[in-house]
């Protein structure tokens, strides 16, 4: 047996970056100064005293602020002092450069392999402290928290949740090779799940962002399992005569909703998370399939053809009546919902095109938010401002994000790889 | 009439072609479908557990699976016998199965009949236009279309398995209707092909 080892890194590729109206965004301080739309941030590099690890924490916290779009990180090459806490700052050297906000820190080395990474944040134009946090780390764990960092900023400057420490899942699809893997939200430190020479699709995070549950094809027919990401302890959720697909988690992990056909059309089904407890939710002659869980674990949406095309449901998670949510465009499918419950992300084909498109359900309002052509599982960040999802390249997937308001995209492709079927995990402790 | 038949040659040919295809590029291992176990302990286990020792919360265990693709010496593939063929085509957005395929699955149906032991999996196939959840329903529903031909004929449930790859097993980037077409299908697989 052969042991693919893909750890190519993902580049992330700047398709473009429109410019953002900040009036929508909860700027509490008012570090924009009216005009600005872009927050202008430095962020001095940090004081890394004697260790001599590989990251850059400044350089990642820059990455970050710069890819949500929200964010203008000016060079801070041309400024001689480089403070690492705010009461060593000269604010005039900041205010020259035009900054508003002002990121400061360092690493310290502690007895026993251990970090203390400190970082402060500054409003320039007011000279107060904003935030800072301190953080006792192991080193592996630097780049975890200058996404932490990264998070905080991000807060205090927005008045949002971040998202960047958090990962996300996909298959990469290599000559024959398919593999399910994670990587940081930057696509750095891609691992890999799980490998086959077999198909493998529809992965799912658990909400503690523990297992991933997917589909695989290395028994000759769609069976779900359910894997420890640290342990790589694999559970045969689902192996029932005809196909097993599309797990979705329940809110709470305890269950999930998933696609059985047994000798005839996809139905949905719940399950308990160990494979006990099968309810069969939905029971039509119709295609039920790709089921996702309302925030609140009430209801169950779902893409069925009862109606003649494909269409967006849903139904009460313990069964009953679906009613149908969607009835614009020529096909609605793979639904998802913002974790605030307020709208629905889905694939809309509109006759000649698959494109993301987001509908407000208490207005039933649609905004198309890609280009496609074929485009495909939208997935939510953590904070619902940014949905991920597969686009092709050059005959070749990759992966792309769109700010919900459409004004924010971005371009994840990997070199040589084929990267499909993206899903966006829950935030990292 | 004898456009229908030439068209049938080609048919034949050309899916000779893809089995053919598909073989060279499906490798060949000579040990059964199993996960690798990294751990020298667990012998045939069918799942890892083991772990390091490593305290990082964000570690991923990998797994890795090679599948066997057995190729079984049968009668069934003999290729001057009907029961060589083993592909339904459909029309775009259509589970109906067409009249000249009739011939094909009676021919299997007959052989289900009389091989009370023999057992078939219907491995539905569709395009890759939609989204892949999707079309692993689709591929189903041709394959329940092939299944409900087999009942009319007398074989039960019981002999039958519908499975679907969806577009998975589709030729990739397919840009012409005649591409697209070959994908909608369903292979007639028996036993533990």
């Not at chain 1, 699809?173 to 939200?185: E, F, I």
């Not at chain 1, 430190?189 to 995070?205: D, G, L």
């Not at chain 1, 949905?268 to 119709?286: E, H, P, R, W």
């Not at chain 2, 004929?153 to 097993?169: A, H, M, P, R, W």
Request: hydrophobic share 35%.
């Amino acid at each position: 047996m052969k042991k693919i080892k893909d750890f190519t890194r993902i580049f992330v590729l700047w398709l473009s970056v429109m410019v953002p109206n900040m009036a929508h965004a909860a700027l509490e301080i008012e570090i924009s100064g009216g005009n600005a739309q872009q927050i202008p941030i430095a962020i001095v590099p940090f004081s890394q005293d004697t260790f001599k690890g590989h990251e850059n924490i400044a350089n990642i916290i820059s990455a970050d602020l710069r890819r949500s779009g929200l964010f203008r990180v000016l060079e801070t090459g041309g400024v001689a002092s480089r403070p690492t806490s705010i009461s060593q700052v000269n604010f005039g050297d900041w205010t020259s450069l035009q900054a508003q906000a002002l990121a400061v820190g360092k690493v310290e080395v502690l007895p026993g392999n251990r970090l203390k990474v400190s970082f402060q944040l500054a409003d320039v134009l007011k000279q107060t402290h904003l935030t800072g946090m301190e953080y006792n780390i192991t080193p592996s764990q630097l780049r975890l928290t200058s996404h932490k960092i990264a998070d905080a900023i991000y807060q205090k400057l927005t008045g949002e949740a971040g998202i960047f420490a958090s990962r996300i899942a996909y298959i990469n699809k290599s000559g024959n090779r398919y593999a399910l893997q994670v990587a940081d939200v930057d696509g750095v430190n891609p691992q890999t799940v799980v490998s086959s020479n077999e198909p493998i699709i529809s992965p799912a995070w658990s909400p503690d962002g523990a297992k991933v549950a997917y589909v695989s094809f290395e028994k000759k027919k769609p069976i779900i399992f359910v894997q420890s990401l640290m342990t790589g302890q694999r559970l045969t959720l689902a192996s029932f005569k005809g196909n097993n697909s599309a797990p979705a988690w329940s809110p709470d992990g305890t269950k999930l909703a998933i696609v059985l056909t047994h000798s005839a059309n996809s139905q949905l089904y719940t399950i308990n998370a160990d494979g006990s407890g099968l309810k069969q939710v939905t029971k039509s002659s119709a295609i039920d399939t790709e089921p996702t869980w309302s925030p609140d674990g009430k209801w169950i949406y779902f893409t069925s053809d009862r109606g003649g095309r494909p269409q967006i449901y849903k139904v009460s998670a313990t069964g009953g009546e679906a009613q149908r949510v969607t009835f614009d465009g020529v096909n609605n499918l793979s639904p998802k919902l913002s974790p605030d419950g307020r709208s629905l992300a889905m694939i809309r084909f509109d006759g000649s095109k698959f494109k993301v498109a987001l509908q407000d359900l208490a207005s039933g309002q649609v905004q198309i938010l890609s280009e496609g052509a074929q485009d495909e599982s939208p997935s939510f960040a953590p904070n619902g401002r940014v949905l991920l999802y597969a686009t092709r390249v050059g005959g070749r997937g990759a992966l792309a994000a769109v700010s919900a308001d459409g004004r924010v995209r971005q371009r994840l492709t990997q070199s040589g790889g084929d990267v499909r079927e993206p899903a966006w995990g829950p935030m990292l402790n | 009439m004898n456009n229908v038949i030439l068209s049938k040659k080609l048919l034949g040919a050309l899916v000779l072609g893809m089995v053919l295809t598909a073989c060279k590029s499906t490798p060949m291992t000579d040990k059964p479908a199993g996960i690798e176990d990294k751990s020298p302990s667990a012998a045939a286990s069918q799942s890892t557990q083991s772990t390091d020792s490593s305290a990082d919360t964000s570690g991923v265990k990998e797994v890795v699976i090679d599948s066997n693709a057995t190729s079984g010496l049968s009668p069934l593939n003999d290729p001057n016998s009907i029961l060589s063929k083993r592909n339904i085509y459909f029309d775009f957005d259509s589970d109906a199965v067409k009249a000249e395929f009739r011939p094909v699955i009676e021919a299997h149906a007959k052989y289900l009949l009389e091989n009370g032991g023999a057992k078939v999996v219907l491995q539905g196939n569709a395009d890759e236009r939609g989204t892949r959840e999707y079309n692993l329903s689709l591929g189903q529903r041709r394959a329940v279309s092939v299944k409900k031909s087999f009942n009319l004929l007398g074989v039960q449930d019981n002999q039958i398995e519908t499975v679907s790859f969806g577009e998975e097993k589709a030729t990739p980037n397919c840009d012409y209707e005649n591409c697209h077409a070959l994908n909608r299908r369903v292979d007639i697989v028996y036993g533990n092909e």
